[in-house]
T-cell receptor, first 113, second 119 residues
Framework: AQSVAQPEDQVNVAEGNPLTVKCTYS??????LFWYVQYPNRGLQFLLK??????LVKGSYGFEAEFNKSQTSFHLKKPSALVSDSALYFC???????????FGSGTRLLVRP | GAVVSQHPSWVICKSGTSVKIECRSL??????MFWYRQFPKQSLMLMAT?????????EQGVEKDKFLINHASLTLSTLTVTSAHPEDSSFYIC???????????????FGDGTRLSIL
């Protein structure tokens, strides 16, 4: 079965420190990978995607993610966290060009001042 | 600015009533829209795929007679929760699929969601 795993329910980091939010997937073939952020009572905002090409993808608000095919991972990173980055982050995968998304369980990021 | 508008953002109603939620793509035509349900502190669960001019495709376990989807135009899909009961209370989110043009850099554009509370 196709699935996306976000092993951490919550990640805590101090402002100014680097952050990583982990994501692994189990999808056959060459999946399309995405990261979204959700603020309270809001829909999802797109951060970045990997379709093909360079394994390091840069996205919105200074976020980036690294695709690792051998480890089937797509971890989200940011060199220096901001308090305003505190939100719920979802990793998602689309197994094909239909772009039907399978979401991970979400990771709550808390950046303390 | 927002490219997908979802309305209403919050609705409270009595058990047994039907509630309609609208999802509009504002700046592009969307032949496909998706409807999700999100429980507190949980992920998004895909309920159905809404296709303009044809019947929606429902995910396994989703009652099509309970959650009626209509996609009558290229910019509007509606989800009607029929005879709603407290267990239908949830956060419902729609997304629109941009197949081309300037909005195709991301495949799904999400509305801000509708919080449905059934008393």
């Amino acid at each position: 079965a196709q699935s996306v795993a976000q092993p951490e329910d919550q990640v805590n980091v101090a402002e100014g420190n680097p952050l990583t939010v982990k994501c692994t997937y189990s999808v056959s073939g060459n999946p399309y990978l995405f990261w979204y952020v959700q603020y309270p009572n809001r829909g999802l905002q797109f951060l970045l995607k990997y379709i093909t090409g360079d394994n390091l993808v840069k996205g919105s608000y200074g976020f980036e993610a690294e695709f690792n095919k051998s480890q089937t991972s797509f971890h989200l990173k940011k060199p220096s966290a901001l308090v305003s980055d505190s939100a719920l982050y979802f990793c998602a995968v689309s197994p094909d060009s239909s772009y039907k998304l399978i979401f991970g369980s979400g990771t709550r990021l808390l950046v303390r001042p | 600015g927002a490219v997908v508008s979802q309305h209403p953002s919050w609705v409270i109603c009595k058990s047994g009533t039907s509630v309609k939620i609208e999802c509009r793509s504002l700046d592009f035509q969307a032949t496909t829209m998706f409807w999700y349900r999100q429980f507190p502190k949980q992920s998004l669960m895909l309920m159905a795929t809404s296709n303009e001019g044809s019947k929606a495709t429902y995910e396994q376990g989703v009652e099509k007679d309970k959650f009626l989807i209509n996609h009558a135009s290229l910019t509007l899909s509606t989800l009607t929760v029929t005879s709603a009961h407290p267990e239908d209370s949830s956060f419902y989110i729609c997304s629109a699929f941009a197949t081309g043009g300037p909005y195709s850099n991301q495949p799904q554009h999400f509305g801000d969601g509708t919080r449905l509370s059934i008393l």
